[in-house]
């Protein structure tokens, strides 16, 4: 047992570093294409309609992997008024029972996602501005939610095991 509480303690520890940076890493790209798409517009008069859809589909997925961390950090909207109200052993079944369930729509939206982006990689859509397959802004959804589904595994061990994952 300890050999795998290990192993996910080593797996969050990456997992979280490739988040942390993905998102930054997003979030100043983002950033960047924005204030281009301003300059352009407002001070050479000239809009930049790549800017728009680029800066969106970094939107996306830094939305969708940062979804993960939050999952991580037990930020992810919740009612835990009522849950606090209940006996010790009955928070921890609440708990077990809200990782299980997040668990399983998150792997379950996954696949749906992933379905999804493999229609749209037959189609060949592409962008209507950068000319990109459309397939890379669909895939943060199967990415993003395979992530989430990996971090409610982790709680729902941890919170089952009562013994530390998460960092």
Known sequence: MTKYMSF??????????????????LLMI??????????????????????DEASRYLNIWAI????????KRGAHIGVDAFVHFLPKQAQ????????AINLIFS??????????????VKTGQLSPAMRIPMAWAYFAVPFGLTLMGIRYLMILIENITGKSILS
């Open 92 to 99: 921890r079944f609440a708990a077990i029972l809200a990782a």
């Open 107 to 120: 792997f379950a939206i996954a696949y749906v996602g992933y379905s999804y982006t493999m229609d749209i």
């Open 30 to 51: 983002m950033t960047a294409v924005v204030f281009w798409g301003v300059i352009t517009r407002f001070v050479l008069k000239d809009a930049s309609s790549w800017a």
């Open 64 to 71: 969708y992997v940062g979804a993960s961390l939050a999952a």
């Open 8 to 25: 996910l303690k080593k797996l969050d520890r990456i997992l979280e570093f490739i988040e942390q940076n993905l998102v930054a890493i």
